[in-house]
C-alpha cells in the first residue's frame, strides 16, 4: 500500500521525532560543511571566474539602481538576476577576496543537503534511508564542481529555491483550504525565484506531475490543471534563456554534427556515464570534450544500451509494485532532460549536471539497502551496512578534499584537466592562458599550439598565441596569427589588442590606434587597450585623448607597475593641459 507524502510533515509529531529529526539536520549539514571545507582556501580560477566575479560590472553596485540594473540588464548571454544578486552581496562584504565567495557556496550546498533530507522524510516515510541519501548528496565527489567552482552558483541558488518550492507543494496538501492556497502560491513564487537562478531547473512541473498521478493517483485532467502555472513558468524561463542566447549568436551545432539522431544515440552513452560517476566517482576532470567517443557509435554505446535496458526494466517492475522507488528512479531521466541536448549548447557533459538527478538514484539506492537490511533479519547485517555506510563516506569525504584541491588556482585546475583529457583542446588552451597570465612564455607557447593543432577555431588560443609572437619580436608571425583570430572573430578585444601593438611596432601607427580603438568598444572593461592609447595619444600629443583613457585605465586597474606608470604620465598630460596650446 503506498504511503500519503503529505500526511505527515517532518517537523509534526512527538517531542521525539522532531528532535530526532532536527538532530539529523544538523548532522547532514555538518557533514557538508567537513567534506567541502577544502573549498575555502581556493582562489578564483580563469574559467568564467573572471566573467561572473572580477570582471562584472553588475556586482559592484548594490544600492537600488544596481539592483535595478541586475533585473533588467544581461551578463555574458544570460539572465540570472538572482545568481549576480548573490554576488553583489559578495561583493559587498568581501569585496575580491575568493574566502567570501567559497563561503557562501559552502553555506549553500549544506542548506540543500538538509533540504535534501528533509524532503526525503516526507517522500519515502523512512528516516535511515532519507538520512543516508542526504549524506550521500552532501559528501559524493561529483559535486564538487558545483561547490568549488564559484561561478557554479547558479546551480546551488537554483536547487535550493527549486527544494523549498517542492517541499511547500508538499505541505500544501497536508493544510486546510487556506493555507493550502498560500503555500501553493508560495511554491509558485519560489520556482519562479530557482529559473532565475538557472533556466535548467525547469522540470519542477513534469515532476509533480508524475507524483500526483503515479503516487497519489490523482485524475490526469486535475492533475494538468494543478502543474500548469509550474510548466508555464518553466517555459517562460526556457524561452527568456534561449531568446537572450540566440539573440546574442550563441548557437550551438549539436555534439558530432547537425544531425539530431547522433546526438540522441550520444546522449544514450552519456547516461549510463553518469550512473558510472555516480557509483565510482574514480577520476575528476573539469572539461571532457568528447567523454563517449567519436560520433553516434562509440565504444561506450554497446554497454549503454544494456544499462538503459535494465533502467527500464527497473521502472516497469517499481510501477507495479513500489510506486516510491519507481519516482526516486524515474528522477533521474528527468532532471537530466534540460541537459539532454535537446536544444545544444557547449558542453556534452559534466558532473555540475548531476547535482539535482543524483537525488533521486540516491534515495532509490537507500530504500533498497533500508530493505534489505530488514529483510535479514540479523542484527549483524545492520552493524555491517553502518561500517560499510561509514567507511564510504569517510572515502567520499577523503575524494572530495582531493579534487577540491584541484580548484585551488587555474594551474592546478587545467594541469589536471590536461592529465586526464590530454586529446581535449579546451584545456590545454586554458593551461596555455594560465601560463600566459603567469608570464611563462614558453610553456604557453607550447599548450597553446597543441590547443589550436586540435581545432582551428579557438580565438582564444590563436590571439594569446599571437600576443607571444609579438613578445618575441615575430611580428609577421604574430600579424598571421592574430588576423587568423579575427577571422573567426572580428570584435574580440584581446586579438585587437595585441594587433593594434603589432601594427604600431611596424610603424603603421594609425592602423594600431584603429585596432586599439576597437578593442575599447568591444570590451570596455578592458584595462590594456585604455592604458596604450593613453600612452600613444601623449605621444602623438593628443592630450585631451591621453587624459581620458589614462583616466579611465585607472579606474580599471588602480594598482600594479602600469598604473604607477599612467599617474606619472596623468600629472604630465595635465601640465600640458593647463599650458594649452
Request: overall charge positive.
Amino acid at each position: 500500500m503506498e504511503h500519503d507524502l503529505s500526511n505527515q510533515p517532518v517537523f509534526k509529531g512527538t517531542k521525539r521525532h522532531f528532535w530526532r529529526t532536527l538532530l539529523i539536520c544538523a548532522l547532514v549539514g555538518l557533514t557538508s560543511l567537513v567534506a567541502n571545507v577544502r573549498c575555502l582556501r581556493n582562489d578564483f580560477t580563469n574559467w568564467d571566474d573572471p566573467m561572473y566575479v572580477r570582471g562584472n560590472k553588475l556586482i559592484r553596485d548594490l544600492s537600488w539602481h544596481g539592483i535595478a540594473n541586475v533585473f533588467t540588464k544581461t551578463h555574458v548571454s544570460e539572465y540570472y538576476p538572482l545568481n549576480h544578486l548573490s554576488y553583489a552581496l559578495d561583493y559587498h562584504h568581501w569585496q575580491l577576496n575568493p574566502f567570501g565567495y567559497h563561503l557562501s557556496n559552502l553555506i549553500l550546498h549544506a542548506v540543500n543537503s538538509v533540504l535534501v533530507f528533509v524532503f526525503l522524510s516526507l517522500l519515502l516515510r523512512n528516516c535511515f534511508a532519507s538520512a543516508l541519501a542526504a549524506l550521500l548528496f552532501a559528501v559524493h565527489p561529483v559535486q564538487v564542481e558545483s561547490v568549488a567552482w564559484i561561478s557554479e552558483r547558479k546551480t546551488l541558488l537554483s536547487t535550493l529555491f527549486f527544494l523549498l518550492s517542492l517541499l511547500s507543494c508538499q505541505y500544501s496538501e497536508a493544510s486546510g483550504r487556506k493555507k493550502r492556497a498560500v503555500l501553493y502560491v508560495t511554491s509558485l513564487l519560489l520556482f519562479v525565484l530557482a529559473v532565475l537562478s538557472k533556466a535548467s531547473i525547469v522540470i519542477l512541473g513534469l515532476l509533480l506531475f508524475v507524483q500526483l498521478v503515479g503516487l497519489k493517483h490523482r485524475p490526469i485532467a486535475g492533475s494538468v490543471r494543478y502543474v500548469l502555472p509550474f510548466i508555464i513558468i518553466g517555459l517562460a524561463g526556457s524561452f527568456a534563456k534561449f531568446w537572450v542566447q540566440y539573440g546574442v549568436n550563441t548557437v550551438i551545432e549539436h555534439h558530432g554534427g547537425p544531425a539530431d539522431l547522433t546526438t540522441f544515440i550520444q546522449m544514450i552513452s552519456v547516461f549510463t556515464r553518469y550512473i558510472v560517476i555516480l557509483l565510482f566517482p574514480m577520476h575528476f576532470s573539469a572539461f571532457e570534450s568528447n567523454p563517449v567517443g567519436e560520433g553516434a557509435f562509440g565504444p561506450w554505446l554497446p554497454p549503454s544500451l544494456l544499462v538503459l535496458a535494465i533502467y527500464a526494466y527497473l521502472l516497469w517492475t517499481t510501477w507495479k509494485r513500489n510506486r516510491t522507488t519507481f519516482f526516486c528512479l524515474v528522477w533521474f531521466p528527468i532532471c537530466l532532460l534540460p541537459v539532454s541536448h535537446v536544444v545544444p549548447f557547449p558542453v556534452l557533459m559534466s558532473g555540475r549536471y548531476l547535482y539535482v538527478p543524483c537525488i533521486g538514484l540516491f534515495a532509490a539506492a537507500a530504500t533498497l539497502l533500508d530493505r534489505s537490511i530488514k529483510e535479514s533479519k540479523s542484527r549483524y547485517s545492520l552493524r555491517a551496512a553502518l561500517l560499510a555506510i561509514a567507511l564510504l563516506l569517510l572515502c567520499f569525504t577523503a575524494t572530495n578534499w582531493k579534487w577540491t584541491a584541484y580548484w585551488n588556482n587555474s594551474l592546478a585546475l587545467w594541469t589536471q584537466s590536461v592529465a586526464v583529457s590530454p586529446d581535449s583542446h579546451t584545456p590545454r588552451s586554458n593551461l596555455g592562458a594560465t601560463y600566459d597570465d603567469l608570464h611563462y612564455d614558453q610553456k604557453a607557447k607550447a599548450q597553446l599550439l597543441l590547443a589550436t593543432s586540435m581545432v582551428s577555431y579557438d580565438v582564444v588560443a590563436l590571439s594569446r598565441l599571437g600576443g607571444i609572437y609579438f613578445r618575441e619580436g615575430k611580428y609577421r608571425k604574430a600579424e598571421d596569427t592574430l588576423v587568423s583570430a579575427l577571422r573567426l572573430n572580428s570584435n574580440y578585444w584581446l586579438a585587437l589588442y595585441y594587433r593594434g601593438r603589432t601594427l604600431r611596432a611596424v610603424g603603421l601607427r594609425q592602423d594600431a590606434l584603429e585596432e586599439m580603438r576597437k578593442a575599447v568598444l568591444y570590451s570596455p572593461q578592458a584595462h590594456m587597450p585604455r592604458y596604450y592609447l593613453g600612452m600613444w595619444s601623449f605621444e602623438d600629443a593628443e592630450f585631451e585623448d591621453a587624459f581620458e583613457h589614462l583616466q579611465r585605465f585607472l579606474q580599471l586597474r588602480p594598482y600594479g607597475v602600469e598604473a604607477e606608470r599612467a599617474r606619472e604620465l596623468l600629472i604630465n598630460v595635465s601640465r600640458k593641459l593647463r599650458k594649452g596650446p
